[in-house]
């Protein structure tokens, strides 16, 4: 584990008076992942709206010096209970999001995660009950292998590189043809919109190194199921009935180790945030939020970043 304090690059988008929502995103993915329209939309119901790069990707701070590790020999050791070397873990990565909470002065927050977001913020509403005010956990996993295998095409397009990694273009088309493979068949995006938007993060930051790191994290984290008992804040646990890389099984095996947890399957959802679910997710969101804590005015207003 690694105890050095890292820049973590942030937005705060809506009035900073109101209750908070922190999101977490998942493996490799920027802050831009959290599509403009869904924090819109909770900044609509009266919150605040932080979204953050982790670790090791985007924009904020690098774990220099470390190195990327065999990401199949870590699999191997896993699979086998073998401990697993990693430069730092999930443990650490819900420390940075604790961390940035401090900076922002937010003694509590509703936290939601997305993928191995969703894995950060389930050990940070165990690790730190008193700072949740509640979780949702999206696309995620308790860490139990036996219900969290991917399928073999999306586990093949994890893994695959890059045909030409400096080639900004090589890699956008790379990313399209993984969200190709991986996301909602119940609401398709066009490879143009992919463009489009990957583009926009690549542009922004392309580290694939840390995604390394961070995929060896999320492997050394292992089987979670006993941590999850844990877990005292109101739970919302939301999975793609069509997830192709965590499967639904994991989105149910998560709910039923947190105690009161409940579970929303969204039928044609796969491992992506399609812009056409963006209203039902803020809204199921939300209304999370507005039972587990200080109910906020609705307002009217463009978020501005901060």
């Not at 802050?31 to 990707?57: E, H, K, M, Q």
Request: aromatic letters at 4%.
């Amino acid at each position: 584990m690694t105890a050095v304090p890292l820049h973590i690059e942030y937005e705060s988008l809506g009035d900073p008076t109101r209750p908070a929502i922190v999101l977490i995103m998942g493996l490799g993915m920027q802050l831009t992942g959290w599509p403009d329209s869904f924090c819109r939309a909770l900044v609509a119901r009266g919150y605040r709206v932080i979204r953050f790069d982790n670790r090791d990707c985007g924009l904020s701070g690098r774990v220099a010096g470390k190195k990327r590790g065999n990401l199949l020999l870590a699999m191997a050791a896993a699979a086998l209970g073998l401990p697993v070397r990693t430069p730092y873990t999930l443990e650490d990565m819900a420390g940075d999001t604790i961390g940035l909470m401090d900076r922002l002065g937010l003694e509590q927050a509703h936290i939601v995660g997305a993928s191995m977001g969703g894995m950060i913020a389930q050990i940070l509403a165990a690790k730190f009950p008193r700072r949740a005010l509640s979780l949702t956990s999206i696309m995620s996993t308790s860490g139990n292998r036996r219900v969290s295998k991917p399928s073999k095409a999306a586990r093949k397009v994890l893994l695959a590189r890059p045909a030409d990694s400096k080639n900004t273009d090589a890699v956008i088309e790379h990313m399209v043809d993984m969200f190709g493979v991986i996301g909602s068949p119940g609401y398709p995006s066009t490879r143009e919109e992919l463009r489009q938007h990957i583009g926009r993060s690549v542009r922004r930051a392309y580290y694939p190194a840390g995604v390394a790191r961070q995929l060896l994290a999320s492997i050394a984290s292992g089987d979670r199921r006993r941590q999850l008992r844990t877990i005292m804040a109101p739970t919302l646990v939301i999975h793609g009935a069509d997830d192709p890389l965590v499967p639904l099984a994991a989105g149910r095996d998560t709910a039923q180790h947190i105690p009161g947890a409940s579970l929303l399957v969204i039928k044609g959802m796969g491992h992506d945030f399609p812009e056409a679910l963006m209203p039902r997710l803020a809204t199921a969101i939300a209304d999370h939020c507005d039972t587990h804590g200080p109910r906020p005015q609705a307002v009217a207003i463009n978020p501005s970043a901060g």
